[in-house]
């Protein structure tokens, strides 16, 4: 195979680094949850993504298990594969200020200031290329809007459109 | 046109040099547009007919006594008899001005089906179509509890003409079909289907959103009943449409839309409406639009619509095979008879991820369900990756498509 012509890959390793793909093709958590205490469902129409969150909380309103399934692009499933490992263990509450501190990162990049949730994100900053490709933000979005509807009160499914 | 001029005139070669678009760099690469099936690029003429048109000539048709408005009417029905004479329909008065290919189909739908259907009858569509010919035949079938039966296809994309003839029966109101599919590309046997339909004294109405940018239409060769089509998908500007519809049967229909435009007389006993084709153009219509369609026409023709298709042909055939060539591709859409378009996956690359690596390479391509999610289901894809060629395209279009994919290989590899 010839080598990688770098002349414009830049932007693209950035969106579609190493972690992005390991997520995209072996993704963690992948399945139905049974005994899932709270799910919702998020649909990107304009590319087809469509994801299932299952979500157990436990007496004290923490997050016992996670998982997800459905099918959509590489952003969409690596993003929602990280989502499920980083909020397994989370409080509700520290599972939404999650939810705020990722989408505020990726969608308002300009006035995002990192503030100390209490909570690791270090590998979301995987997702930082999906800023510089407009139309694929929504996709990265998608499994956190999910968690919002499933843990947030929204019952109704999420749409990105 | 002339033969003499013909030969003068516009080559398809030469063409790409007129669609001022075409002539740009996305993310650095010289621009691969490969998206005509979605929407066409306009050429230089059509712009500036536009253009001239909004500068001198604009106002309101139909209605004025003044320079103005007489210069709009007669470059808006200049465009209709433009039209007619490009799909050789016998009466100006056949040509209805729409606003694209989805109006028309529900202009039939509600104004030819819903007055005579009853319950039981049956529309007959097919497993390739547009939503836009399939949505608007469940509402009326919703509305008046006519049955929607779909004729399958077979894994190349082909309309299964076995299973047509079992479902083609004389309780069938009305048949639609694609004349081309936007997802597959597949040509559908259309004079079989309405030579088949009119010995049952069936109606056909033919989405022809992507045939008329790729071949010479005839509609009364066709002999189809209704032909519906859209000016974006044949370098026009958008939100302009035809209807053509046989005269005896608009002239039976009611109107679609009322507004002005559309009457003789109004009062508040009631209204005559306007002869054909004006009966079903309610409101002030895109009258630059229609003017941008009429140049489009011109241009189309300067080149001979034959031309186009010999060069479409050969072009498709090449990316066929070079596609094809592409380790871990898998084409979806290979019917015997094809026009422009090609649908396909490479490995697992979720086609959203590959249209933004060829985006970065400046290869503009569509991707998702293209507007025909049963087509996906049929072939059990969430959507596809699909390139679409037009007048404009040549082999080296092809070879930057190719080499984009394997770049996008690479980075999933």
Same mark, same amino acid.
């Given at each position: 195979?010839? %080598?990688?012509?770098?002349?414009?890959?830049?932007?693209?390793?950035?969106?579609?680094?190493?972690?992005?793909?390991?997520?995209?093709?072996?993704?963690?958590?992948?399945?139905?949850?049974?005994?899932?205490?709270?799910?919702?469902?998020?649909?990107?129409?304009?590319?087809?993504?469509?994801?299932?969150?299952?979500?157990?909380?436990?007496?004290?309103?923490?997050?016992? %298990?996670? &998982?997800?399934?459905?099918?959509?692009?590489?952003?969409?499933?690596?993003?929602? &594969?990280?989502?499920?490992?980083?909020?397994?263990?989370?409080?509700?509450?520290?599972?939404?200020?999650?939810?705020?501190?990722?989408?505020?990162?990726?969608?308002?990049?300009?006035?995002?200031?990192?503030?100390?949730?209490?909570?690791?994100?270090?590998?979301?900053?995987?997702?930082?290329?999906?800023?510089?490709?407009?139309?694929?933000?929504?996709?990265?979005?998608?499994?956190?809007?999910?968690?919002?509807?499933?843990?947030?009160?929204?019952?109704?499914?999420? &749409?990105?459109? | 046109?002339?033969?003499?001029?013909?030969?003068?005139?516009?080559?398809?070669?030469?063409? =790409?040099?007129?669609?001022?678009?075409?002539?740009?760099?996305?993310?650095?690469?010289?621009?691969?547009?490969?998206?005509?099936?979605?929407?066409?690029?306009?050429?230089?003429?059509?712009?500036?007919?536009?253009?001239?048109?909004?500068?001198?000539?604009?106002?309101?048709?139909?209605?004025?006594?003044?320079?103005?408005?007489? +210069?709009?009417?007669?470059?808006?029905?200049?465009? =209709?008899?433009?039209?007619?004479?490009?799909?050789?329909?016998?009466? +100006?008065?056949?040509?209805?001005?729409?606003?694209?290919?989805?109006?028309?189909?529900?202009?039939?739908?509600?104004?030819?089906?819903?007055?005579?259907?009853?319950?039981?009858?049956?529309?007959?569509?097919?497993?390739?179509?547009?939503?836009?010919?399939?949505?608007?035949?469940?509402?009326?079938?919703?509305?008046?509890?006519?049955? #929607?039966?779909?004729?399958?296809?077979?894994?190349s994309?082909?309309?299964?003409?076995?299973?047509?003839?079992?479902? #083609?029966?004389?309780?069938?109101?009305?048949?639609?079909?694609?004349?081309?599919?936007?997802?597959?590309g597949?040509?559908?046997?259309?004079?079989?289907?309405?030579? =088949?339909?009119?010995?049952?004294?069936?109606?056909?109405?033919?989405?022809?959103?992507?045939?008329?940018?790729?071949?010479?239409?005839?509609?009364?060769?066709?002999?189809?009943?209704?032909?519906?089509?859209?000016?974006?998908?044949?370098?026009?500007?958008?939100?302009?449409?035809?209807?053509?519809? +046989?005269?005896?049967?608009?002239?039976?229909?009611?109107?679609?839309?009322?507004?002005?435009?559309?009457?003789?007389?109004?009062?508040?006993?009631?209204?005559?409406?306007?002869?054909?084709?004006?009966?079903?153009?309610?409101?002030?219509?895109?009258?630059?639009?229609?003017?941008?369609?009429?140049?489009?026409?011109?241009?189309?023709?300067?080149?001979?619509?034959?031309?186009?298709?010999?060069?479409?042909?050969?072009?498709l055939v090449y990316m066929m095979q070079k596609l094809a060539d592409i380790d871990g591709i898998r084409l979806i859409g290979t019917?015997?008879?094809k026009?422009?378009?090609q649908s396909f996956l490479v490995?697992?690359?979720?086609?959203?991820?590959?249209?933004?690596?060829?985006?970065?390479?400046?290869?503009?391509?569509?991707?998702?369900?293209?507007?025909?999610?049963?087509?996906?289901?049929?072939?059990?894809?969430?959507?596809?990756a699909?390139a679409?060629?037009?007048?404009?395209?040549?082999?080296?279009?092809i070879d930057?498509l190719v080499?984009?994919i394997n770049?996008?290989?690479?980075?999933?590899?």
């Amino acid at each position: 195979m010839n %080598a990688v012509d770098i002349h414009s890959g830049d932007d693209l390793r950035d969106l579609y680094r190493e972690l992005i793909l390991d997520h995209a093709r072996s993704p963690r958590h992948f399945g139905k949850l049974e005994n899932a205490t709270h799910t919702a469902e998020g649909i990107n129409p304009l590319c087809g993504d469509k994801l299932r969150l299952f979500v157990r909380l436990n007496e004290q309103d923490n997050i016992a %298990a996670a &998982s997800f399934e459905g099918s959509g692009c590489a952003i969409s499933v690596a993003s929602a &594969s990280l989502l499920t490992d980083m909020i397994i263990g989370l409080s509700v509450t520290q599972a939404l200020d999650c939810f705020t501190a990722v989408t505020n990162r990726l969608t308002d990049p300009e006035s995002f200031q990192e503030q100390d949730i209490g909570v690791d994100l270090s590998k979301i900053k995987a997702l930082d290329g999906v800023r510089e490709f407009p139309s694929r933000v929504k996709c990265a979005t998608l499994a956190w809007h999910a968690l919002n509807s499933a843990v947030g009160g929204q019952q109704t499914p999420v &749409s990105t459109e | 046109m002339t033969h003499a001029q013909k030969s003068d005139a516009l080559s398809v070669v030469d063409c =790409r040099q007129d669609f001022p678009a075409l002539h740009q760099e996305i993310n650095g690469h010289p621009l691969v547009y490969l998206d005509s099936a979605a929407s066409a690029q306009q050429p230089e003429s059509v712009i500036a007919a536009v253009a001239s048109y909004q500068r001198h000539d604009h106002a309101n048709v139909h209605r004025g006594v003044h320079t103005l408005s007489h +210069r709009a009417t007669d470059a808006y029905e200049g465009a =209709r008899d433009k039209i007619q004479a490009f799909i050789n329909a016998a009466n +100006r008065s056949e040509i209805v001005l729409t606003s694209g290919a989805t109006e028309s189909i529900n202009l039939v739908a509600q104004s030819f089906c819903r007055p005579a259907l009853k319950s039981g009858d049956k529309i007959l569509i097919t497993h390739l179509e547009h939503h836009s010919n399939i949505v608007p035949w469940q509402l009326v079938c919703e509305q008046t509890g006519a049955e #929607l039966v779909v004729v399958p296809i077979n894994t190349s994309g082909e309309l299964d003409v076995e299973a047509f003839d079992q479902l #083609l029966t004389a309780d069938v109101a009305m048949v639609a079909i694609a004349h081309v599919s936007n997802a597959l590309g597949s040509v559908n046997p259309v004079s079989d289907v309405i030579a =088949r339909a009119k010995s049952l004294d069936i109606p056909v109405l033919l989405d022809g959103a992507q045939g008329i940018p790729h071949m010479q239409i005839d509609v009364q060769a066709l002999d189809c009943d209704f032909y519906a089509f859209s000016g974006h998908k044949m370098f026009a500007p958008t939100g302009t449409g035809v209807l053509y519809g +046989r005269e005896s049967l608009l002239d039976a229909m009611p109107p679609y839309q009322g507004g002005g435009d559309m009457i003789l007389e109004v009062s508040f006993d009631g209204t005559i409406y306007n002869d054909l084709p004006y009966k079903f153009e309610a409101g002030t219509p895109n009258i630059s639009g229609v003017i941008g369609l009429g140049a489009a026409i011109d241009y189309l023709q300067s080149i001979g619509m034959t031309e186009i298709a010999k060069h479409e042909e050969q072009l498709l055939v090449y990316m066929m095979q070079k596609l094809a060539d592409i380790d871990g591709i898998r084409l979806i859409g290979t019917a015997a008879a094809k026009a422009s378009v090609q649908s396909f996956l490479v490995d697992d690359i979720h086609p959203h991820d590959l249209g933004t690596i060829l985006d970065h390479q400046g290869v503009a391509i569509r991707t998702g369900h293209h507007c025909a999610m049963p087509v996906m289901d049929f072939f059990g894809v969430p959507g596809t990756a699909r390139a679409s060629l037009a007048l404009y395209n040549n082999n080296d279009d092809i070879d930057r498509l190719v080499g984009a994919i394997n770049k996008a290989r690479q980075i999933f590899g």
